[in-house]
């Protein structure tokens, strides 16, 4: 697997906080479901160009954890825009970044994913240098 797209996300994520904290702050007309929706309409319909879905195979059930995880994503997107527009991009973008340390752990309780030394010792990293960034 390469780690190109990983790792490049990550960077246009943290690149990402800068604009938004400009536009959050300075702009009264453009608020966080605004910039949100936005981004979604956009991301979608690149999605739906290169990964071409097939749209005949989802159910009910895919249909709810699609809603779910639409809610969570709005939920999560605007909490992050909440942060950036009240606080300090870097240390807001850090404690966002911590999501690894996070998702080990909910896919250890809810999906039954195997915890190893190397996951424990990746939260706790993760966290430290978290704590390290923030509390200096």
Request: aromatic share 12%.
């Amino acid at each position: 697997h390469s780690l190109f797209a990983p790792f490049m996300a990550s960077i246009l994520f943290g690149i990402s906080s800068i604009p938004s904290k400009a536009l959050l702050s300075n702009l009264n007309a453009i608020n966080a479901p605004t910039l949100y929706m936005f981004r979604a309409t956009v991301i979608g319909m690149i999605s739906f160009i290169f990964m071409r879905p097939n749209l005949q195979q989802i159910t009910i059930k895919h249909y709810k954890l699609i809603w779910t995880q639409g809610l969570l994503a709005i939920l999560t997107w605007v909490s992050l825009y909440y942060a950036l527009s009240q606080g300090n991009p870097g240390i807001t973008m850090t404690l966002a970044n911590t999501t690894p340390a996070f998702t080990i752990v909910l896919g250890a309780l809810f999906l039954k994913e195997k915890i190893t030394v190397k996951k424990i010792i990746s939260v706790l990293l993760i966290l430290g240098f978290s704590g390290l960034i923030v509390f200096s």
